[in-house]
């Protein structure tokens, strides 16, 4: 081994643990992002179902929608009533830890049918 080459081992080595690290903290965002959206989904899901029994007992859908949203961690965005059908649109906040505020949507439809 020559003058030149000492060290390099240990450059290499804290090379790949920078590398590490970095696809670490990417696989960690993509982990909470996922998170979200199935947090959205969720939401969207029991919102729905929470306004379609709410109108067919002839109550408000959308204000059934939003309490349950709420309990959920999740804002509604939409509610359509279309005849005996409810579409809720909620929104959910991604996770805010690395990165600019995104919040993730999440839709459903529920019904008698």
Sequence with gaps: MSRGDRGAASLFAVSCLALLLVLGAALG??????????????????????????????GDPCAAAGEIADANGASVATCQVTGPDVLVGVTVPGPDWLGPD????????AGPR
Excluded: F, K
Excluded at 47 to 57: E, F, I, M, T
Excluded at 102 to 109: C, E, F, S, Y
């Design 29 to 58: 965002v993509v982990a909470a992002m996922v998170r979200a959206h199935r947090m959205a989904a969720a939401a969207a899901d029991l919102a729905a179902l929470a306004a379609a029994s709410a109108l067919q007992r002839g």
């Design 102 to 109: 995104v919040d993730l949507p999440g839709t459903a439809r």
